[in-house]
């Protein structure tokens, strides 16, 4: 790559980053020339922190950056080497679930190009990364790499067990965005780089899926908690306004029609004074899911004036009531899942999350917080670790509340695979797919009463 055309990809990078509202003036365009002088081009990811570092202004705008930056500067120029002849697929998962199970980002890297040229092209010369994961299905290697792994000696038990399939989930979903960014690469080189970067879907802090969120992902999203609470608040009131206005009384609106010759000019409404609603969260606190109940009970406390009373229980297996950490937990929301594990009775023997003596126990223990004014949303994957689901107890919630809602923060092609209880409670209750913080806006804006 010659230096002339580093500088044209230096300057087609900061263009196509302003066009996705990042802004970028005269200084930091030298400071990223610059960098790219001092840096070089052997290696790509010191590269892509150099430029980051002159362009950008936080870190949130990195959802923003990393998509571009793999169309401009490409781990290859052209279509990456790959051995002749067929790729075989069972040869190809069986290579990947060793690279999940070692975490061998490299390998991961090299087996999504290997992909997307076997399995993604189609006829108009195109690429498609979903008709190759479509192809290579890594979401059910699940298993299998489990097994692996506590066959070579790897933690036992349902907590553990349960951690590390959190993780191989998270490794597969870098894989399936390996495959994302490999195909997007590819028809960038055909229908070019510049069109192919104002198309770029950005993956902003509202598009992040909750269960595959890092750390800096979870804390991006808890910084929009505040931003997302006012708009909210705004529609709900705004609901509240037209709720209250009522509908027509027609005995009085006939009775005031006599004065105009029985034509009803005036329509009298029978107003409405509706009392604010309560709320009550159940929350699962345990494994990746723990990201989005946090998430949720912050922008819950966000949004307390909206409502006459909330409480909020979290539950691995046991579970307790924790309204006060998440009001003490808005100065400090980083620290809120610390907060709860330590201050909160979530757990009792064991550590795996177990639906049916949770939900059991808060029949048992807090039934008197559900009142026929009182709106029930439940968070969590309904995964039960193959224990009693206990479903009369969640109807017996549903029996006493004005309404319950389920939200489910794994995809609902997941739902009643291995040990996900969901179909069975979605016989209850309402359940709801709710993966990102826009699908939980949405949802909440439509389902919280008012």
Known sequence: MSTESVADRVTSLVRALRTHGIRIGTGESVDAAQAVAALGLDHREHLREGLAA??????????????????YFPREVGAPERPRGEVDRDELRERLARALAANDRAAMSRIAAEAVDR????????????????????????????ASMRGQGGGSGAFT???EADEIRRRIEEFREQVRSEAR????????TDEMARRVPVLTPDRTVFLYAGKEQLAELRRTVHPLARKLATRLAARRRRAARGHIDLRRTLRGSLSTGGVPMRPVLRRRRPARPELVLLCD????????????MLLVQALH???????????????????????????DPEGLGERIA???????WHGSSDYGSALGEFVERYETAVTPRTSVFVLGDARTNQMDPNVPALRRIARSARRVHWLNPEARSQWDTGDSAAGAYAEVVAMHECRTARQLSTLVGRLLPV
Not at 285 to 296: D, E, L, P
Request: charged share 25%; aromatic share 10%; glycine share 10%.
């Open 54 to 71: 002159a362009l950008l202004h936080d870190q949130g705008q990195r959802a923003v950056f990393d998509p571009v930056f793999d169309l």
């Open 119 to 146: 399995f993604g092209g189609y006829d108009a010369g195109g690429f498609s990364s979903m008709q190759t994961l479509d192809r290579l299905r890594p979401q059910t290697l699940l298993a299998g790499i489990m």
């Open 161 to 163: 067990d349960r951690i």
């Open 185 to 192: 690469r590819r028809v960038a080189e055909r229908r070019g």
């Open 285 to 296: 606190v345990s494994g990746s899911v723990a990201g989005f109940a946090n998430f949720t």
């Open 305 to 331: 004036d909206e409502f006459s009373k909330v409480r909020v229980f979290a539950f691995v297996n046991r579970i307790d009531e924790v309204t006060d950490l998440i009001a003490r937990g808005t100065a």
């Open 342 to 348: 330590t201050e909160a009775t979530v757990t009792g």
